[in-house]
C-alpha cells in the first residue's frame, strides 16, 4: 500500500476528537502522515506538539486540504450545521477535495438521520467518497482510552466487502473491537445513538433527581448510592457518572464536573431525540420533559460548560430549597 493509501485526515479536535486522534496517530502506519484540522489552530498546534515524536502530524487550513492528501477521513463536530460545513461547503467542504470514490468517510458527530443521509447522497454524487455514519459512545474517558462503542451505518465486514473491513481496521483504532455495532444502512447507526442517548441524558436527570430527594430526606448518598446499586435503580449512569460529589470517586462530579460531555449538548441530544420521537410516531414524553430542566441547566453559571451530571447543582441550588 502507498503512503498516500495509509494517510488519515482527522477534522475536530474538541473534547472527544482530540483523544481520538491522539489514538489514531499513535496506532496508524509510522509512515503515513495524520492530517488534522479544527476551527482553533492553537489546538491543532498543540496537538502536533504532543504527538510530534510519534509519527508525522501535519495541521491543514481545511477540511478540502485535509481530505486531498487522504486515503481516510474521520470526522466529529458539535453539530449538522457544521457536519454540512466540514462536507459540503463550496470552497473548503471534502466535496471540493476532488474526485477519489475509494476515499473512505467516517462521521462521528451526533446529528439527525435524515441528515446523515443527506450528505452521503451529494458526497457520493461528486464521487467523493463512501461516506458512514459512525457516532460514538463512551464518553470523553473512552475516547482517551481508545474504547469507545461504535454505532455503524454499514454491514458486518465480510470477504467480499473490501469497505467494511478497511471500515473495521480504521475504527478498531479508536474503539473496542468487541463493540462495534453494524447497523446495515447509512443513518442507522444514528438512529441507535440517538435512541440511546435519549436514555442517558434522561436517566442522568431521574439519577439527579432521586439521589436529591434521598439526600434532602435525610439519607447519606454513599449508602443511598449503594442502595440503588443492588436494587432495581441500578443504572450504569448512577455507577459512572452520579451526581453527587464524592460518592463515585472516578465520576465527573468527584472531579470538580471535569467534562465528559458539556450540560448544554444535552440539549441538542434530547432535541434530537424529541425529533426522532416523532418522526417515528412516538410522542417522546420524558425526553420533552427532561430537555426542559436541561434547557434551564444550561444558562444555569454552576452547569454552564460542565459535565451535564452538574444538573444536580441545578437542582439542588438554594433557591429550590423546600419550604419550611
Same mark, same amino acid.
Given at each position: 500500500?502507498?503512503?498516500?493509501?495509509?494517510?488519515?485526515?482527522?477534522?475536530?479536535?474538541?473534547?472527544?476528537?482530540? !483523544?481520538?486522534?491522539?489514538?489514531?496517530?499513535?496506532?496508524?502506519?509510522?509512515?503515513?502522515?495524520?492530517?488534522?484540522?479544527?476551527?482553533?489552530?492553537?489546538?491543532?498546534?498543540?496537538?502536533?506538539?504532543?504527538?510530534?515524536?510519534?509519527?508525522?502530524?501535519?495541521?491543514?487550513?481545511?477540511?478540502?486540504?485535509?481530505?486531498?492528501?487522504? &486515503?481516510?477521513?474521520?470526522?466529529?463536530?458539535?453539530?449538522?450545521?457544521?457536519? @454540512?460545513?466540514?462536507?459540503?461547503?463550496?470552497?473548503?467542504? /471534502?466535496?471540493?477535495?476532488?474526485?477519489?470514490?475509494?476515499?473512505? /468517510?467516517?462521521?462521528?458527530?451526533?446529528?439527525?438521520?435524515? !441528515? *446523515?443521509?443527506?450528505?452521503?447522497?451529494?458526497?457520493?454524487?461528486?464521487?467523493?467518497?463512501?461516506?458512514?455514519?459512525?457516532?460514538?459512545?463512551?464518553?470523553?474517558?473512552?475516547?482517551?482510552?481508545?474504547?469507545?462503542?461504535?454505532?455503524?451505518? &454499514?454491514?458486518?465486514?465480510?470477504?467480499?466487502?473490501?469497505?467494511?473491513?478497511?471500515?473495521?481496521?480504521?475504527?478498531?483504532?479508536?474503539?473496542?473491537?468487541?463493540?462495534?455495532?453494524?447497523?446495515?444502512?447509512?443513518?442507522?447507526?444514528?438512529?441507535?445513538?440517538? *435512541?440511546?442517548?435519549?436514555?442517558?441524558?434522561?436517566?442522568?436527570?431521574?439519577?439527579?433527581?432521586?439521589?436529591?430527594?434521598?439526600?434532602?430526606?435525610?439519607?447519606?448518598?454513599?449508602?443511598?448510592?449503594?442502595?440503588? &446499586?443492588?436494587?432495581?435503580?441500578?443504572?450504569?449512569?448512577?455507577?459512572?457518572?452520579?451526581?453527587?460529589?464524592?460518592?463515585?470517586? &472516578?465520576?465527573?462530579?468527584?472531579?470538580?464536573? @471535569?467534562?465528559?460531555?458539556?450540560?448544554?449538548?444535552? /440539549?441538542?441530544?434530547?432535541?434530537?431525540?424529541?425529533?426522532?420521537?416523532?418522526?417515528?410516531?412516538?410522542? $417522546?414524553?420524558?425526553?420533552?420533559?427532561?430537555?426542559?430542566?436541561?434547557?434551564?441547566?444550561?444558562?444555569? $453559571?454552576?452547569? /454552564?460548560?460542565?459535565?451535564?451530571?452538574?444538573?444536580?447543582?441545578?437542582?439542588?441550588?438554594?433557591?429550590?430549597?423546600?419550604?419550611?
Amino acid at each position: 500500500m502507498s503512503q498516500t493509501m495509509e494517510n488519515i485526515a482527522f477534522i475536530g479536535l474538541g473534547a472527544m476528537g482530540y !483523544g481520538m486522534a491522539r489514538n489514531i496517530r499513535k496506532r496508524m502506519p509510522p509512515t503515513a502522515t495524520l492530517y488534522i484540522y479544527d476551527v482553533s489552530k492553537s489546538v491543532c498546534e498543540r496537538f502536533c506538539m504532543e504527538l510530534r515524536g510519534i509519527g508525522h502530524s501535519v495541521a491543514v487550513n481545511s477540511p478540502r486540504e485535509a481530505a486531498e492528501a487522504s &486515503h481516510t477521513v474521520i470526522s466529529i463536530v458539535p453539530g449538522v450545521k457544521e457536519v @454540512r460545513q466540514v462536507y459540503l461547503d463550496a470552497e473548503t467542504g /471534502i466535496i471540493t477535495a476532488g474526485r477519489n470514490p475509494s476515499r473512505l /468517510i467516517l462521521e462521528c458527530s451526533t446529528i439527525d438521520s435524515q !441528515g *446523515s443521509r443527506d450528505v452521503a447522497e451529494q458526497l457520493q454524487l461528486a464521487g467523493a467518497g463512501t461516506y458512514i455514519d459512525t457516532p460514538v459512545s463512551g464518553g470523553v474517558p473512552a475516547a482517551n482510552q481508545g474504547t469507545l462503542s461504535f454505532l455503524i451505518g &454499514h454491514s458486518k465486514p465480510s470477504s467480499t466487502d473490501p469497505v467494511a473491513q478497511r471500515l473495521e481496521a480504521v475504527v478498531s483504532m479508536m474503539g473496542d473491537p468487541q463493540k462495534l455495532f453494524y447497523c446495515n444502512a447509512i443513518g442507522a447507526g444514528l438512529a441507535a445513538k440517538i *435512541s440511546n442517548n435519549y436514555l442517558s441524558c434522561s436517566i442522568l436527570l431521574a439519577v439527579a433527581e432521586a439521589m436529591a430527594i434521598g439526600v434532602r430526606s435525610g439519607v447519606d448518598p454513599k449508602l443511598l448510592h449503594e442502595i440503588i &446499586h443492588n436494587s432495581t435503580g441500578q443504572t450504569f449512569m448512577a455507577d459512572n457518572v452520579q451526581p453527587v460529589p464524592g460518592v463515585v470517586p &472516578h465520576a465527573p462530579s468527584s472531579n470538580n464536573y @471535569r467534562l465528559g460531555f458539556k450540560t448544554q449538548m444535552m /440539549i441538542k441530544d434530547l432535541s434530537l431525540s424529541v425529533q426522532a420521537g416523532y418522526a417515528t410516531g412516538i410522542h $417522546p414524553t420524558v425526553a420533552e420533559a427532561a430537555l426542559r430542566v436541561y434547557e434551564k441547566a444550561a444558562v444555569d $453559571p454552576q452547569c /454552564i460548560d460542565r459535565d451535564g451530571s452538574s444538573v444536580y447543582l441545578h437542582l439542588t441550588s438554594p433557591s429550590k430549597e423546600p419550604a419550611e
